[in-house]
């Protein structure tokens, strides 16, 4: 019935008629599939964004905790060396023989004065306050620190003050040194860390 109304038509409606079909299929095409589709593919669109931006943050972790990995490899091999620096807590006898023969090979007159070693706040070791007092020629003190640094030992010095010995605490040996050389006193007070 609606095909015989068309046919009776005349050429100018027959013609705004399909037209008029046509568009309201395309606006039901737009409205019904397109419109929705193109927002699917917006939402779609912001979540592939996410994981994108989510898989990129989880890629910079792992670089991270790769290269913290290999850091901590590195930094375990240099432990050891680091623990030898500090003096174990139960040898202080060792410590300070160690000392004295360091003085006794310079032919110094020593006198060593070591603390207890007190915890340091939010440490794994402990530290203990040494002075020092040693007496004999210049050279041989200088030759002492030398030896001083060379022990192994984590020692902090804080300060070194030197003065020309009085006549009481010169070096039993002053015939073995020239006459030039006068007897020096040299005061050290310093650090040790002990664990």
């Not at 994108?52 to 905790?65: A, H, N, V």
């Not at 070791?125 to 007496?135: E, P």
């Not at 804080?158 to 040299?186: C, F, G, H, W, Y």
């Amino acid at each position: 019935m609606l095909l015989d109304k068309y046919l009776k038509l005349n050429l100018k409606n027959k013609i705004a008629a399909s037209v008029g079909c046509f568009l309201l299929v395309i606006f039901g095409l737009l409205y019904f599939i397109i419109i929705p589709t193109i927002a699917d593919i917006k939402s779609m669109s912001g979540e592939i964004e996410e994981q994108r931006i989510d898989l990129e943050k989880k890629y910079i972790k792992g670089q991270s905790l790769k290269k913290l990995s290999d850091n901590l490899k590195s930094i375990e091999l240099k432990l050891d060396l680091l623990n030898q620096l500090f003096i174990n807590k139960n040898r202080e006898l060792e410590f300070i023989t160690t000392l004295e023969n360091r003085a006794s090979l310079n032919r110094l007159n020593q006198k060593i004065n070591l603390s207890s070693p007190q915890v340091a706040d939010n440490q794994d070791f402990q530290k203990a306050d040494l002075q020092l007092l040693l007496t004999g020629k210049f050279t041989r003190l200088l030759k002492y620190l030398l030896d001083l640094e060379s022990l192994g030992y984590y020692t902090n010095i804080k300060s070194l003050e030197l003065s020309p010995a009085r006549s009481q605490e010169a070096v039993s040996d002053e015939a073995a040194a020239p006459d030039n050389l006068i007897n020096v006193t040299m005061f050290i007070n310093a650090d040790t860390y002990w664990r």
